[in-house]
């Protein structure tokens, strides 16, 4: 019996979970709050990712370690990964945590990235400025999700705010400034790659945000093929200059035609949920496929898909299923502002069928804003 160790225990470990009980594999989780969401059934040890004997007692009852957060500590993984295999593997999960060296990475490969500098004081935010131009956004390089720890800055006028709210992290998790896009949309590859080098790709997804959060996924995204053959040829390059083994998402956003990489997610990812019933393979599955070393399963898609985040609290779920192809996830978090509690999954057989079961579903809940722009998209092409 393997059992797999996951190093945060969220509603990703709980859907990795999920998806590993039909390949007879066992879990156990490791989070910093007792109340993580896939510790109602799964068993965790609760510690902090830095405690020695915490970390210990995790390994010792694990045959392979992966990641559901990644900002787990660089050194954590490292310890770990001397004593249990750890997929990905530590140096890729450095790399990815943190803003600078991940776009820097881009930029060698030879990936777009949009414009950036590191900021370590106030004159070099002012010079990064002058540089840069505005609209610009003033980022963390490690630990921010969901939109947190960024400020925009519009004009010259708002970077005595942004210094005020962020200044202080300039010597703690570092800050980077980057050029604002005016994307026309965001897309983000979700892709896999194995212990021996195998990478298959998820058809492109497009995504929507509201207020830094995902808020709704489509796929196949409406692009070229020529479009997706660039945007998974980035990931590729990526994964194999990482070494990477597992899932990973490559997030880019989409202006006058041209891709340009946002960030890179060490783990499955919020744009890839809908492969669970979009897919022949799911995303959870494929991740631990690929850390375990087995033979990797297929990545095409059944039709067309589109997922709907629930952040903040759940709504109704009738009106989700009462869809045919209506799936409900509740990831059994207690609701608050801005946290992710679940999502919906709709599938059908052709774009025009989503397009419908989204009205249905966005009048029945009341969240047409949620839906319209991805009705609206599909209209359009
Ligand atoms: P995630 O939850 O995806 O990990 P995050 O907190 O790491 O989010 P980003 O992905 O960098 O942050 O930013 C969140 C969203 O803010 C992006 O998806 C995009 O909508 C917007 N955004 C971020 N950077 C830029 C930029 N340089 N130009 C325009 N919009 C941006
Ligand atoms: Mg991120
Ligand atoms: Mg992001």
Same mark, same amino acid.
Do not use: H
């Given at each position: 019996m393997t059992t797999v160790g996951i190093l945060g225990g969220g509603q990703l470990a709980r859907m990795l979970a999920l998806s590993g009980a039909p390949l007879g594999l066992r879990f156990l989780v490791m989070d %910093?709050?007792?109340?993580?969401?896939?510790?109602q059934f799964v068993p965790m040890v609760v510690g902090d990712y830095r405690d020695e004997a915490a970390l210990a007692e995790f390994a010792s009852r694990v045959d392979v370690a992966t990641f559901?957060?990644?900002? *787990?500590p660089a050194e954590s993984a490292q310890w770990l990964s001397e004593r249990v295999p750890v997929f990905p593997n530590p140096r890729a999960l450095g790399v990815a945590q943190d803003r600078l060296a991940e776009k820097t990475l881009f930029r060698e490969l030879g990936i777009p990235v949009p414009d950036f500098a590191d900021i370590a004081t106030r004159a070099a935010l002012d010079e990064g400025i002058s540089r840069i131009g505005v609209p610009c956004i003033l980022k963390t390089?490690?630990?921010?999700?969901?939109?947190?720890g960024q400020f925009r800055i519009? /004009?010259?006028?708002?970077v005595d705010a942004a210094w005020q709210a962020l200044g202080a992290q300039a010597q703690t998790v570092g800050l980077i400034l980057e050029a604002f896009v005016p994307f026309e949309r965001e897309l983000s590859v979700v892709a896999v790659r194995s212990r021996d080098g195998e990478f298959r790709a998820w058809p492109l997804t497009e995504n929507w945000h509201v207020d830094g959060v995902l808020s709704a996924s489509l796929a196949p995204?409406?692009? /070229?093929s020529e479009l997706a053959d660039t945007a998974f040829g980035y990931a590729r390059k990526l994964a194999e200059a990482l070494d990477y083994v597992g899932v990973f998402a490559l997030e880019l956003f989409c202006r006058d035609g041209q891709l340009l990489a946002n960030e890179l997610a060490p783990r499955v990812h919020n744009s890839g949920h809908? %492969?669970?019933?979009?897919?022949? %393979? /799911?995303q959870f599955e494929n991740h631990l496929r690929a850390v375990l070393g087995l033979p990797l399963g297929d990545t095409r898609m059944l039709g067309h898909a589109c997922m709907l985040n629930w952040v903040g609290e759940l709504p109704d779920a009738a009106p989700v299923l009462r869809e045919p192809g209506g799936h409900w996830h509740d990831y059994g978090k207690s609701p608050r502002a801005?946290?992710? *509690?679940g999502h919906a999954t709709l599938r059908a057989d052709s774009a025009e069928g989503i397009t419908r079961a989204l009205r249905r579903v966005g009048a029945g809940l009341k969240r047409e804003s949620q839906v319209d722009p991805v009705v609206a998209r599909i209209a359009g092409a």
């Open positions: %910093t709050a007792a109340d993580a969401c896939a510790g559901d957060f990644e900002n *787990v390089r490690r630990l921010g999700y969901d939109g947190k519009k /004009s010259a006028a708002d995204a409406q692009a /070229s809908w %492969t669970i019933e979009g897919a022949e %393979t /799911s801005g946290r992710k *509690v």
